[in-house]
């Protein structure tokens, strides 16, 4: 059994403020030190459902990628981190026989949700996939879709959680260890409850996989991003396959997700 963790950093357990996600900051080096351990507990979780190989990819993108503490992983798994790399779930493919996603967040507009976003929340203000408005999870679950690897897992805060239901099920398993009160306050779990959720969360998760079904979106896919600047969509204009729907809505087209995501990028 091959498992795929990928690992975002504003639905970590604890984390409520914008310094806990961004680099240079004490409360960013105490944060990286909560997104390891619940990383630890994905990964023993994933080990006790019987996973056979682990692979984590670091998804959150400040200091360089690079966000989990080295010295304090879990021996179990294998860690992909740093920048630049092609894509930060590249090295995803059929060959994983699920995904598990920790550490995520709700996409951007939602009510009461930590650190909510799509993407960048400086540049992007919504995105629709095939017309449908996606976040985060959506997308990465779609793009795992298309390799036919179905996501079992996502823990987040309860928005983050709401949503990933909405888009791969009620019978997702999942681990809420928030409850955003607003974009930056948060009632929290204690840190041994919010990882032995996790952990609980994932080995049912990895146990379940066989039956999991990949989250598919139909072909040929239109991703489309509402960017908050003219200055965003400039640089864009003379791209091929490239649309704009509106003054600063873009469409990117694509025969499948990650065609469509590699266009946008
Ligand atoms: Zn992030």
Request: aromatic letters at 8%; one cysteine or more.
């Amino acid at each position: 059994m091959k498992v795929f963790i990928l690992v975002d950093m504003e639905g970590i357990s604890g984390i409520c403020l914008e310094a806990h996600t961004t680099g240079g900051t004490a409360e960013y080096e105490m944060a990286r030190r909560w997104m390891t351990q619940d990383v630890n507990a994905a990964v023993q979780g994933a080990l006790d459902g019987g996973a056979s190989e682990i692979v984590v990819a670091d998804g959150h993108g400040t200091n360089g990628m690079y966000n989990l503490v080295y010295h304090d992983l879990h021996e179990g798994a294998s860690y992909i981190e740093g920048s630049p790399r092609d894509w930060y779930i590249a090295q995803l493919d059929g060959s994983f026989d699920c995904m598990l996603m920790v550490g995520m967040h709700a996409m951007s507009g939602t009510p009461r949700a930590v650190l909510e976003h799509t993407w960048s929340g400086e540049r992007w203000h919504k995105a629709r996939l095939n017309g449908r408005e996606t976040g985060e999870i959506g997308l990465m679950a779609a793009y795992a879709g298309s390799f036919g690897v179905p996501v079992t897992f996502v823990s987040g805060d309860l928005a983050a959680v709401t949503e990933a239901r909405q888009f791969l099920g009620e019978s997702l398993i999942t681990a809420c260890v928030k409850e955003g009160l607003s974009r930056y306050a948060a009632k929290l779990l204690p840190p041994q409850t919010s990882r032995e959720l996790i952990r609980k969360g994932t080995a049912q998760a990895v146990r379940a996989a066989g039956e999991a079904k990949p989250y598919i979106v139909e072909t040929p896919v239109a991703l489309e991003v509402d960017y908050v600047r003219n200055s965003h969509v400039d640089v864009i204009r003379a791209a091929e396959n490239v649309e704009f729907v509106a003054p600063r809505t873009v469409r990117y087209s694509g025969p499948d997700v990650p065609s469509a995501l590699h266009l946008m990028r």
